[in-house]
């Protein structure tokens, strides 16, 4: 036991004559270590925020909505005087009501409105008619202060709104928007609450929704039916075109994950009753795009992974190396310590030690600079994006999350400590072969 103490001394003892080079050697294992750690927290943390958006869509839900068909997107000059009619129709909520029985919730939504306004400040509209229901089946909250649309606003088709964060400070500045009236179209609605941010301004979410659902104004359902019709009329590039939509989605909540899938199908076989191509209508299913999301994501993870472990490649053979040269600068030495009687074992695990000790200190140091740089770029992208000389240049609403794991830790840890003693196997077991008398004869 004393005699490997010694072993593990003498070979700390060479380190620590050659600080810089021992460094240097372990520079490529603290830049693979570092690399796979912010790489992967990089993915991981893309990761999160993706699940978070789907997620705030309802693992439970499967929303059925109408789309716009490519061939009705255009038509020129001619666009400003048609009307296309497509979507979801009243006849289609009531054949999903009809055979949904078994859903826990099934809440529409009605788009109305082109404009909104409050004095001087004006905005495309982005209002639905709904049900209260909605805040069961979506991760809508509303502000402390306020309140959602309840069943007596939709039974004397009261004439009130929420609306999301961003309209509430795009209109209303740094006042309180509850209790204030505002204008969709020429109605007047009193705004009654402000939704809370859900998370979904841009990324996966906004994608899978086709909107920012902090833009979102709602209004009680039977209000919208009878205040603005099925036509909706929007403003492009200074001219109004005209949509006939009677329905724009319909959310169905199913009673838990394991059924989502089956009622899914069913859900796609209905709309194909009056919509056979679906051209017009389209499912979105937050649970299997869920699932899909976290195997999209170990795959990148996987791909992260191997990139940066280039780096713990180099760094290995840098220490291979290193302590190939070291083995010939130190051949006088190797000669005296076989002479005094220490066995090939003894070389070998001195020069093991060395580089052992070199790959594991590279490792908990390339530990802290990734952890480092991870928090760094986090913290740090939204000061810089915020510098003056900055948002002159570029124009950009960036936001990078980055989330720490465990496993990417520990696995870059002992991946760089297992690559270090394996290459430097090498050069120990070079070392150890050394004839004694022809080691001492060295210069």
Known sequence: MS????IIRLGLTNLRLHKLRSLLT???????????????SIG??????????????????????????????????????????????????????????????????????????YGPYRDVSQTFGTMPGLVEVTSIRVQQGGRYLTQEDHTSRATVAVIGSE?????????????????VDDRVFRVVGVMRPVGLAGGTGSALVGRDLNRDIHIPLATAEAM????????????????????????????STEVVTTMAERAE?????????????????????????KREQLVWNMVLIAIASVSLLVGGIGIMNIMLASVTERTREIGIRRALGATRRHITAQFL???GTLSTLGGLIGIAVG????????????????LDWVRERFQANVSLETQITVWSILTSFFVAAGIGLIFGIYPAVVASRKDPIVALRHD
């Open 228 to 255: 603005f019709g099925n036509i909706l009329f929007r403003r492009v590039s200074g001219s109004f075109t005209g949509e006939e939509i009677e329905i724009s989605e319909v959310y169905i909540t199913a009673p």
């Open 3 to 6: 005699f490997l103490l010694e």
């Open 26 to 40: 372990s520079l490529g294992i603290i830049l693979g270590v570092a690399a796979v750690i912010f790489m992967v």
């Open 371 to 386: 952890i480092g740089v991870s928090v760094g770029v986090e913290q740090g992208l939204p000061w810089v994006l915020a």
């Open 353 to 355: 030690v060395e580089t």
């Open 44 to 117: 991981e943390g893309s990761k999160q925020a993706a699940l978070r958006n789907i997620q705030a869509l309802g693992a439970t839900n499967i929303i059925v909505r109408s789309v716009k068909p490519a061939e009705t997107s255009s038509f020129g000059s001619q666009q400003t005087t048609m009307v296309v009619k497509y979507g979801l129709t009243y006849a289609d909520l009531r054949r999903l009501q009809q055979n949904f029985q078994d859903a826990a919730v099934i809440v529409p939504l009605k788009a109305v409105g082109s404009e909104i306004s």
């Open 269 to 293: 076989a209905i709309a194909r009753v009056e919509h056979p191509d679906l051209r017009d209508v389209q499912l979105i299913v937050p649970w299997e795009l869920l699932e899909q999301a």
């Open 167 to 183: 309209v509430a400070k795009k209109l209303f500045k740094d006042r309180d928007p509850v209790g204030a009236d505002f204008r």
